[in-house]
C-alpha cells in the first residue's frame, strides 16, 4: 500500500513518515523529511533521543488552551511553530477538556450525529478562511530549505494534522486514493488508544449510560466520509484542488517546483 511509514517511537502511536510513498508520475518523497505526529506532550527518553536526531522544526496545530493544557516537551535544537488551525474552542476538533466533555455529552449515544457532526468539522477546515490561511503559513514553512525533518502535529495526529498531510501530499502529486489511504491508516495506528479512550469514558458515564462504542469510533477515528467532506467542500469553493492551491493557498507554479525539489526524488529520464 502507498503509504507514509509509522514511525518506531513508545509513546507516540501516530508518528508517521510521507517518505517512500510514491507520485503520480513515478516519483518518490524523500526519507526523514516530512512528518506528521499527535501531541507530544509524553515522550520517553529514547522518543526524545530519536526526535532530536531526526527534526529540527515542529509546527504546533493545536489551540492554546490545548497547548496550555498539554504543552509540547521541548527540545534543545528543534524550532517550534505555533499554527492553530481553528481560531476558538471547538468540540470535535480540539481536545481541550471542555470541548470533550461537551462532545461527549451530546453525540455520545448518537452514532448517525457523531458521524455527521466530525463531517462539519472537515467542511471547516476547508471553508474557513483562518484554517486555509493556517495551512497556507504551514505549506510556506515547509518551503523553506531544512537539514532535518519537519514535524506537524495536532492532538491525535487525526485530524488537523491529517489534512496537512493531505495537502502536502496532494501538492506533491501523490494519487488521491492514495492520499485517502494515508489518511485512513490513523485507525490502524490508534486502534488500541480508541479501545481505551472509549472505554474509560463509558466506564465514567456508569452501568446505565447509553453510550455507544460506535459513536466514539466515529469520534475518535478516521473515515473516508470526513475526508471526502473535506474535498467536497474544496470543489465548491474553489473548484477544484488544483484552484485552493492556486487561489486558497496562493500558491505558484515555482513555489509547486520548489516544494517538489524540496522532497521528492529527482524525475528519471526516459
Given at each position: 500500500m502507498n503509504t507514509s511509514k509509522r514511525l518506531p517511537f513508545e509513546k507516540l502511536h501516530n508518528i508517521?513518515?510521507?517518505?517512500?510513498?510514491?507520485?503520480?508520475?513515478?516519483r518518490t518523497i524523500v526519507s526523514g523529511r516530512l512528518i506528521r505526529s499527535g501531541v507530544l506532550a509524553e515522550?520517553?527518553?529514547?522518543?526524545?533521543?530519536?526526535?532530536?536526531?531526526?527534526?529540527?522544526?515542529?509546527?504546533?496545530?493545536?489551540?492554546?488552551?490545548?497547548?496550555?493544557?498539554?504543552?509540547?516537551?521541548?527540545?534543545?535544537?528543534i524550532r517550534y511553530?505555533?499554527?492553530?488551525?481553528v481560531d476558538s474552542l471547538t468540540a470535535g476538533i480540539t481536545r481541550e477538556k471542555a470541548a470533550d466533555q461537551n462532545v461527549y455529552a451530546r453525540f455520545g449515544a448518537e452514532p448517525d450525529k457523531a458521524r455527521l457532526y466530525m463531517c462539519d468539522m472537515y467542511h471547516v477546515f476547508?471553508?474557513?478562511?483562518?484554517?486555509?490561511?493556517?495551512?497556507?503559513?504551514?505549506?510556506?514553512?515547509l518551503m523553506q530549505p531544512r537539514e532535518k525533518a519537519a514535524v506537524w502535529h495536532c492532538t491525535a495526529g487525526k485530524?488537523?494534522?491529517?489534512?496537512?498531510?493531505?495537502?502536502?501530499?496532494?501538492?506533491?502529486?501523490?494519487?488521491?486514493?492514495?492520499?485517502?489511504?494515508?489518511?485512513?491508516?490513523?485507525?490502524?495506528?490508534?486502534?488500541?488508544?480508541?479501545?481505551?479512550?472509549?472505554?474509560?469514558?463509558?466506564?465514567?458515564?456508569?452501568?446505565?449510560?447509553?453510550m455507544s462504542d460506535e459513536a466514539f469510533r466515529y469520534l475518535f477515528g478516521?473515515?473516508?466520509?470526513?475526508?471526502?467532506?473535506?474535498?467536497r467542500t474544496i470543489d465548491r469553493k474553489y473548484g477544484s484542488f488544483d484552484h485552493f492551491v492556486r487561489?486558497?493557498?496562493?500558491?505558484?507554479?515555482?513555489?509547486?517546483?520548489?516544494?517538489?525539489?524540496?522532497?521528492?526524488?529527482?524525475?528519471?529520464?526516459?
Open positions: 508517521r513518515d510521507l517518505g517512500g510513498m510514491v507520485t503520480a508520475d513515478g515522550l520517553s527518553d529514547s522518543d526524545r533521543a530519536a526526535l532530536a536526531s531526526m527534526a529540527d522544526t515542529v509546527i504546533d496545530f493545536r489551540t492554546d488552551g490545548e497547548r496550555s493544557e498539554k504543552p509540547d516537551i521541548e527540545i534543545p535544537g511553530h505555533h499554527m492553530p488551525i476547508a471553508e474557513s478562511d483562518f484554517a486555509v490561511d493556517q495551512y497556507a503559513r504551514f505549506i510556506r514553512l485530524d488537523r494534522a491529517g489534512i496537512g498531510a493531505a495537502i502536502i501530499e496532494e501538492i506533491l502529486g501523490v494519487g488521491r486514493a492514495d492520499v485517502i489511504d494515508d489518511y485512513l491508516m490513523t485507525n490502524e495506528c490508534l486502534q488500541e488508544d480508541i479501545a481505551f479512550l472509549t472505554a474509560f469514558i463509558k466506564a465514567q458515564a456508569g452501568p446505565g449510560s447509553t478516521a473515515e473516508r466520509d470526513y475526508i471526502e467532506e473535506y474535498y487561489d486558497g493557498l496562493k500558491l505558484t507554479e515555482e513555489d509547486i517546483r520548489t516544494l517538489q525539489s524540496l522532497y521528492l526524488t529527482p524525475e528519471t529520464a526516459g
